[in-house]
């Protein structure tokens, strides 16, 4: 079965540079997440977008900003960037449900290290 | 969305059936109970989900307590393999996020 896909899989950066992380959901899914995960923390959620107008924000710094395109897939645009933005980012994707119980799926992440 | 409580790791010999329980006293009545696990910087992975009644897939079963107050999620054979930190998430439909908060990390051992 097809999954998310998320590029690039690995990006190395320096600080105040911009960085630029795609998403393509899962055929026929309507709605994408954000979601960052520091060192030894747990993911957190950034962002979600649902028929390319944002549903939810997040702890997504002002830096960072995302859309949703006409094809569903969504990128994640971050500027000036720290060095405490190195994390993995996921991306998430759900098909229209029940409220509450749209099932997200995971791609495999964006592994970001900011020097 | 609800708290949840989990002891933060449980070791399961191979083969043996794994029960994770999770806490979620303060669940309300439209919430659902979310089961995903991460293996090692992989993406979070779904397992199972539920709201009132029990329910039982290809990877796991689904207990909740009648209270809704309580659940726990059953790996009936556990292998090598299904060793990850597992995140038990209460969502409401008021919000698309999920919260992952802390999870047991789960070490099946030979």
């Known amino acids: 079965a097809a999954g998310v896909i998320q590029s690039p899989r690995h990006l190395i950066k320096e600080k105040r540079e911009t960085a630029t992380l795609k998403c393509y959901p899962i055929?026929?899914?309507?709605?994408v997440y954000w979601y960052q995960q520091g060192p030894g923390q747990d993911p957190q959620f950034l962002i979600s977008f649902y028929e390319k107008m944002q549903s939810d924000k997040g702890s997504i710094p002002d830096r960072f900003s995302a859309q949703q395109f006409s094809d569903y897939h969504s990128e994640l645009n971050m500027s000036s960037l720290e060095l405490g933005d190195s994390a993995l980012y996921f991306c998430?994707?759900?098909?229209?449900?029940?409220?509450?119980?749209?099932?997200?799926?995971f791609g495999p992440g964006t592994r970001l290290l900011v020097l | 969305d609800a708290k949840t409580t989990q002891p933060p790791s449980m070791d399961c010999a191979e083969g043996r059936a794994a029960n994770l329980p999770c806490n979620h006293s303060?669940?309300?009545?439209?919430?659902?109970v979310y089961w995903y696990r991460q293996i090692h910087s992989q993406g979070p992975q779904y397992i199972i989900h539920g709201l009132k009644n029990n329910e039982t897939n290809e990877m796991a079963s689904l207990i909740i307590t009648e209270d809704r107050k309580s659940s726990t999620l059953i790996l009936p054979h556990a292998t090598l393999r299904d060793t990850a930190v597992y995140y038990c998430i209460v969502r409401d439909n008021a919000g698309n996020m999920l919260t992952f908060g802390g999870g047991t990390r789960l070490m099946v051992k030979p």
């Open positions: 303060t669940i309300s009545g439209n919430e659902y």
């Open positions: 998430a994707s759900s098909a229209p449900g029940l409220a509450g119980a749209e099932t997200q799926y």
């Open positions: 055929p026929r899914h309507d709605t």
